[in-house]
C-alpha cells in the first residue's frame, strides 16, 4: 500500500516575494475548516496594496493560500536587519526604531526611486551595543550571581532575632517579597529532640557564630557577592516589642509600588512563625504558611512542619525537579539524587534534588514559594494543606525561604532571583541533537553526518558517549576507533555539525594516568575518614572521585578540558553520572564515611552533581572567553541553572515515558531549569515506529531537542522508522528550526526572568481555572507565551481533545487559530481535533505576533540567513447589533476607535544578539537588541 506523503509545513503557506522586494499581501478571510494537506497547490497571491482596514477582508479573485493576515517578508534591498537579523547592529541603530517598508505592486526590481505606500515600525525597547554598560542604566543588575531588580538595594530589610539558651532564629526581609528564616543550632551530648521554644524577643549578634556552623555551602555563593553580604547592608526594622508577639514587615518606603507583599508575625511562647500575604486596600493579611514544628537532635536530624490554612482541594504544589507527576499532593518525596535506570512512574528518587515548591491557590488567587536550603537526604510529606518535612542532615543553619507573588510567574521571579538566572546558551544549542551510547568509530560518524545532509534532515549536534574513551578514562581518546580527533571535528563543522563529548566524574584509578595521579599528588579526592581516597567502581572499574566542594579543585578541573577545547576542537560536554553513581555498593553513591571538605558526603551528596557542572562551565568560561559554554548535567540541585541544561536521564521507549514528558519538563522549569528536554524515543529497550513519530513531533518543540538511545537497541535516527516516520520526523524538525527567533526571543527572557520556556497552561492564563485541571497541566503545554502544543500519547489514537484557555484583558472576542489551516476556535473551550499519525496539534492565540524563518536550513545557521517573516493572528472585529440598518456603519466605528487599542494588545517580541558575548551582568560587553513587534 502506498505511504501517504507528508508534506512539511509551511511549503502552502510560504508567500514568494520577488527578489529584493517586500510587499503586503491581502489574503482570503481565514478559513473555517480544516485544510486539505495532500493538496498540492502553492500559488501564492498576487502582491497588493495593503487594506484600508485591519479588518478588510474583502474577498479577492486570485487563488489564495491559508496563512496568517498580513504576513510580512523582509527584504535585505530596505534594511540589513530586515533580512536576518543576524548581523551584529552597530552604534548607528541605538534608539532608532527599523523602518520597513511595502511597495506598489508594479514596481520593477531596478527601481531604486519608488515611494513606499506604507510604513511599518518595530519599537526598540532596550538597545545596548558597543559600549560597557553601566548596570546602573540596565533594568537588572548584578550581584554575583543573584540578579535583583535595581530598586531592592535601596529597600529596607526587617530582621528579627529570637534567642534562648544558646538557639538563635534570624528572620530577614530579603525584598518585600522574599523572605528568609534561619535556626542557628547548638550542637548537644544527649540524644533527645530539642524544640525551637526562645522565652522572649531579644536582638543579639551572631558572633561566636563559627562560618563552618553556619552554613555547609551556599550554592549561589559563586561570585563576588553572596545573599548574606547582600542582607548585611539592610536595616533593621521591628515593628513591636512585645514579648508575646512581634509583627514584622518591609519598610513603608519599600512597599509603596507593591500591590502586595510579606508580614511575618512571631509568636513566642510557644514558638511560632506565620508568614502573611499583606494586599493594599485589605485590612488582614491571608496566611500564606504557618510553622506547625521544628525540631532537631544531635545527630543532625531536623523535622519541619507547616501548615498553609487552606482546603485541601484548593492548594495544589508544584516542582521539585523532574517528578513524574506534576502535582505534589497527597504523596511523599525523597531528595537524594540518585542513579535511575530505567525508572518508571514510580520511581522515587531520581537524578535531581530541587528542594523548592511552588505552592499555587488559584481559587483565592494567592501563590507562593518554599525553598529549605538543605542538601541532604530528606523525605517531603505532602498531607492536604501539611508539610512535613524530615531532613536526615540538619544542615546548620536550618534555612528556608518564603515567597510571594501575584501570579505563578511572580514566584519563579522571585526564586530565580535567590538562585542565580540560566546564562545565554549558543544558538546551535537549540537546533536538533542526534545522540546514542554509543556512535564508534569515527567512520560511523562521519556517515550518520551524511545521512542527515543527504536526507534533508535539519540538525545541529552529534554527541559522543564514552567509547570515544580510552578505557573510559576521562579526558583521552580510543586513538584505535578515534585515530585524529581534530580532524573528525573540523569535518564536522565543515558540515556544519558541532560535537559534544561526555565526561563523568569517576577518574580511573591508575598511577601512570595523569590525571588521577595529578589529584591524589594535590589531595583533590574525596577521602574515608581514615584520609584515604574513597574508591568506587564506575565504568572505568575503580575510581576516585574529585572534592568539588574545594576551590582548588574546581580550578584545577576546569583546565583539564584545555585538550579537548583547543586541540579537538569539541564544543560543548555532557558531565554524566554525577550523583554521584557508583557501582556495586549499597545506595549507589559514596558511603556514608566519605568526606569532603565541607565535612560527610551525608550533607554535600546533593550538591555534587551542580558543582561538578559549575567547575566545567567555570573551567570552560575561563579557556573560551569568547564563546558561551554549553554543558549538560544528569544531576543537580537549586542553583544548577547558572551552568548547565539538564534532561530527565535513563527513560525507556514506552507510551508511559511519554506521558511523563510534559509533567517531567514542566517540573524542571518550575524549578529553575528552563534549559530541559528527555531521551527522545526512550533511552532503554526498542523504539518502534509510531511511538517515535509521536515522541518526535512533541520533541521538536521541547527546550533540548535530542534523541538517544543505549548500547545493543535497534537504530533510533530519524529515519530508522520508514519512509513514513521520516518524513514526520523531517516535517517537524524542520518546523522547530522555521521557530528559531521565537525559540531564541523567550530563552532570553528566562535568563532575565526565570520564566521558563514550556509552562503549564495555568502558568500564562492563572486565572482561568480550567487551565489547572489535571487532564490539561499534564498533557497539553505552552512553548512561551504564543504557541500551544497538544501533543497525541495515546497508541492508535487519531484525534485527541484539547482545551485552549480564555486570553485575558482582550478587548476583542478571544479566539485560537490552527497553526496550520488558520480555522478558529473561541477560547475556554475544548475542541476535540483529528490528529492522524502526522498531525501534531498546534495552537497560537489571537493578538500574537509570531517571528518565523521562511524556511529552515540544514543547521541553526544556515536557518538565520533564511528571509525572516512576522505572522499577525488578528483578534476578531465585535459584532454589531443583528438587524441594525447602521451596523456597517457601527461596524466600522467600533473598528476605527478601537484599532489602536487592539494594537496594543498584540504580543510580540525578537532578541537577537551576536551568539557569543554574555548578557551585561557586572559590566561585561553585550551586544544585543530587543524589539517589541506591533502590526501597524
Not at 392 to 401: E, Q, S
Not at 750 to 765: F, K, V
Request: glycine share 6%.
Amino acid at each position: 500500500m502506498a505511504t501517504k506523503q507528508i508534506r512539511p509545513y509551511p511549503t502552502r503557506n510560504v508567500l514568494n516575494v520577488s527578489k529584493g522586494r517586500y510587499a503586503w499581501y491581502k489574503l482570503a478571510k481565514p478559513q473555517q475548516s480544516a485544510v486539505d494537506n495532500s493538496s498540492d497547490t502553492h500559488a501564492a497571491t498576487a502582491p497588493v496594496a495593503r487594506p484600508s482596514s485591519m479588518f478588510d477582508t474583502q474577498p479577492s479573485t486570485a487563488a489564495q493560500p491559508v496563512v496568517p493576515p498580513y504576513t510580512a517578508l523582509f527584504s535585505q534591498r530596505q534594511s540589513k536587519l530586515a533580512s536576518t537579523l543576524n548581523y551584529v547592529p552597530t552604534a548607528a541603530d541605538v534608539g532608532h526604531p527599523l523602518l520597513f517598508a511595502s511597495y506598489p505592486v508594479d514596481t520593477k526590481e531596478d527601481d531604486e526611486d519608488a515611494q513606499p505606500l506604507e510604513y511599518q515600525y518595530i519599537e526598540p525597547v532596550g538597545v545596548f551595543f558597543d559600549a560597557v554598560v553601566n548596570p546602573s542604566d540596565v533594568p537588572f543588575i548584578s550581584l554575583g550571581t543573584a540578579t535583583l531588580s535595581a530598586s531592592t538595594s535601596r529597600r529596607a530589610q526587617a530582621e528579627f532575632i529570637g534567642e534562648h539558651a544558646g538557639h538563635a532564629v534570624v528572620i530577614k526581609c530579603i525584598t518585600p517579597q522574599v523572605w528568609s528564616c534561619e535556626y542557628f543550632v547548638p550542637r548537644h551530648k544527649d540524644e533527645t529532640d530539642v524544640n525551637f521554644n526562645p522565652a522572649q524577643n531579644e536582638m543579639l549578634t551572631l558572633e561566636g557564630q563559627g562560618e563552618a556552623e553556619r552554613v555547609v555551602i551556599k550554592s549561589w555563593a559563586t561570585n563576588d557577592k553572596t545573599i548574606e553580604e547582600l542582607e548585611s547592608r539592610q536595616s533593621i526594622v521591628c515593628t513591636s516589642t512585645a514579648t508575646e508577639q512581634c509583627q514584622l514587615a518591609p519598610a513603608a518606603e519599600s512597599t509603596s509600588s507593591e500591590e502586595s507583599w510579606i508580614s511575618v508575625r512571631g509568636q513566642l511562647q510557644p514558638f511560632r512563625l506565620t508568614f502573611l500575604k499583606e494586599t493594599r486596600g485589605v485590612k488582614d493579611g491571608a496566611i500564606i504558611q504557618q510553622e506547625q514544628n521544628i525540631t532537631w537532635n544531635s545527630r543532625g536530624r531536623a523535622h519541619l512542619q507547616f501548615s498553609f490554612a487552606a482546603k485541601s482541594e484548593d492548594i495544589f504544589f508544584y516542582g521539585m525537579g523532574e517528578r513524574s507527576a506534576l502535582r505534589k499532593n497527597n504523596k511523599s518525596w525523597q531528595m537524594w539524587n540518585t542513579d535511575a535506570f530505567a525508572y518508571t512512574e514510580d520511581t522515587d528518587p531520581l537524578y535531581q534534588s530541587f528542594p523548592f515548591v511552588v505552592i499555587c491557590r488559584p481559587q483565592e488567587q494567592i501563590y507562593s514559594g518554599f525553598f529549605f536550603d538543605n542538601h541532604s537526604h530528606a523525605t517531603w510529606k505532602f498531607d492536604n494543606d501539611v508539610l512535613a518535612i524530615t531532613a536526615d542532615a540538619g544542615i546548620r543553619p536550618l534555612r528556608y525561604y518564603i515567597m510571594n507573588g501575584n501570579n505563578p510567574a511572580d514566584v519563579l521571579s522571585h526564586y530565580a532571583m535567590l538562585t542565580g538566572h540560566m546564562p545565554m546558551p549558543p544558538k546551535w544549542a537549540l537546533g536538533y541533537q542526534q545522540c546514542r551510547w554509543s556512535y564508534y568509530p569515527e567512520a560511523v560518524v562521519k556517515k550518520l553526518a551524511d545521512d542527515f545532509r543527504e536526507k534533508d534532515i535539519p540538525c545541529d549536534v552529534i554527541w559522543l558517549d564514552i567509547d570515544y574513551m580510552n578505557e573510559f578514562r576521562c579526558f583521552t581518546w580510543d586513538k584505535t576507533h578515534f585515530p585524529d580527533p581534530p580532524a573528525l571535528a573540523d569535518e564536522l563543522h565543515a558540515k556544519g555539525f558541532k560535537m559534544v563529548t561526555m565526561i563523568d566524574p569517576g577518574i580511573k584509578q591508575d598511577d601512570g594516568y595523569n590525571v588521577y595521579a595529578d589529584m591524589v599528588r594535590n589531595n583533590f579526592h574525596c577521602t574515608l575518614t581514615n584520609g584515604a581516597p574513597f574508591i568506587g567502581d564506575v565504568w572505568p572499574g575503580a575510581c576516585a572521585f574529585p572534592d568539588f566542594t574545594k576551590e582548588a579543585t574546581r580550578k584545577w578541573w576546569g583546565p583539564l578540558y584545555s585538550g579537548l577545547v583547543h586541540n579537538d576542537h569539541a564544543d560543548g560536554f555532557w558531565n554524566d553520572m554525577n550523583e554521584p553513581a557508583v557501582f556495586r555498593i549499597k545506595g549507589k553513591t559514596m558511603s556514608a564515611d566519605t568526606r569532603h571538605s565541607t565535612g560527610s558526603h551525608l550533607y554535600t551528596h546533593n550538591l555534587y552533581g551542580m558543582l561538578m557542572a559549575r567547575s566545567t562551565f567555570e573551567g570552560l568560561s575561563n579557556l573560551t572567553p569568547n564563546k558561551r559554554p554549553f554543558v549538560l548535567s544528569r544531576a543537580g540541585y537549586c542553583g544548577l541553572q547558572k551552568y548547565a541544561w539538564m534532561w530527565t536521564g535513563d527513560n525507556s521507549s514506552t507510551w508511559d515515558d511519554l506521558r511523563m514528558c510534559i509533567p517531567m519538563c514542566i517540573n524542571m522549569g518550575l524549578s529553575g531549569i528552563p534549559g530541559c528536554g528527555v531521551d527522545i524515543g526512550g533511552f532503554a529497550q526498542n523504539c518502534f515506529a509510531e511511538l517515535y513519530a509521536r515522541w518526535i513531533e512533541l520533541g521538536a518543540f521541547l527546550p533540548l531537542s535530542r534523541t538517544h538511545s543505549i548500547k545493543n537497541s535497534s537504530a533510533q535516527e530519524p529515519w530508522s522508522f520508514g519512509a513514513q516516520v521520516e518524513d514526520i520526523a523531517r516535517k517537524y524538525i524542520k518546523l522547530r528550526y522555521r521557530f528559531m527567533p521565537y525559540l531564541y526571543t523567550w530563552i532570553q527572557h528566562a535568563t532575565t526572568t526565570g520564566m521558563p520556556l514550556m509552562r503549564s497552561l495555568w502558568l500564562n492564563y492563572p486565572n482561568d481555572l480550567t487551565c489547572w485541571d489535571p487532564e490539561w497541566e499534564e498533557t497539553e503545554f505552552m512553548l512561551g507565551p504564543s504557541l500551544l502544543v497538544a501533543p497525541v500519547m495515546q497508541p492508535g489514537a487519531t484525534s485527541r481533545r484539547v482545551y485552549l484557555p480564555n486570553i485575558p484583558g482582550a478587548t476583542s472576542p478571544n479566539v485560537w487559530y490552527d497553526f496550520y489551516s488558520m480555522k478558529q476556535y473561541p477560547g475556554g473551550v475544548v475542541a476535540e481535533i483529528e490528529a492522524p499519525l502526522e498531525h501534531l496539534p498546534l495552537f497560537v492565540p489571537s493578538h500574537t505576533v509570531l517571528p518565523l524563518r521562511e524556511s529552515a536550513g540544514r543547521n541553526v545557521e544556515d536557518t538565520e540567513k533564511q528571509q525572516m517573516q512576522f505572522a499577525v493572528y488578528p483578534p476578531l472585529p465585535e459584532q454589531s447589533t443583528t438587524g441594525s440598518s447602521d451596523a456597517p456603519q457601527q461596524q466600522q466605528q467600533q473598528q476605527e476607535s478601537r484599532r489602536g487599542e487592539d494594537a496594543y494588545e498584540y504580543q510580540g517580541q525578537l532578541y537577537v544578539d551576536d551568539d557569543s558575548s554574555s548578557p551585561p551582568l557586572g559590566g561585561d560587553e553585550h551586544h544585543y537588541a530587543m524589539y517589541r513587534l506591533l502590526p501597524t
